[in-house]
């Protein structure tokens, strides 16, 4: 399991690479989520960790879902690890966590059998 303070980092990492893909300035970030720009340059530093709340409000200001903001502890596996710690601040209890996690378990077995589904569509509609 990655520690609170690696996985802040990685995710602060994560969200300053986004920012800089999109061209918006730590200043506008941070005044669109409501943070003063010291505030939100110590989240992408991961010197402070964040909530979903938090974590949600960055996403819509650069155009990418909250998954898009957690980086992959491993790129060949699912990450639920990443998605636990994020579920934390949220104040839900250990059983809605788990049904949360189970959900997303659910979304990501749906998503992997559509990609197989239209993989293999293109694949038709080539020959």
């Given at each position: 399991?990655?520690s ?5 980092r990685?995710?602060g ?5 986004l ?14 989520v ?5 505030q ?6 991961g010197?402070?960790?964040?909530t979903v709340q ?6 819509d200001v650069?155009?990418?879902t909250l998954?898009?903001?957690i ?14 710690w994020a579920?934390r601040?949220t104040?839900?209890s250990?059983?809605?966590?788990k ?11 749906l998503r ?8 293999s569509?293109?694949a038709?509609a080539?020959?």
């Amino acid at each position: 399991m990655v520690s609170d303070e690696s996985m802040a980092r990685r995710i602060g990492s994560r969200i300053r690479a986004l920012r800089r893909r999109v061209g918006l300035s730590a200043d506008v970030v941070a005044e669109r989520v409501g943070l003063s720009r010291s505030q939100y340059l110590r989240l992408e530093s991961g010197v402070v960790g964040m909530t979903v709340q938090r974590l949600v409000a960055v996403a819509d200001v650069l155009g990418v879902t909250l998954r898009d903001l957690i980086p992959p502890e491993n790129p060949d596996a699912d990450e639920p690890d990443a998605f636990e710690w994020a579920l934390r601040g949220t104040g839900l209890s250990a059983q809605d966590r788990k049904q949360v996690m189970d959900y997303i378990r659910i979304l990501r077995q749906l998503r992997r059998e559509q990609a197989r589904e239209h993989g293999s569509e293109d694949a038709d509609a080539q020959d």
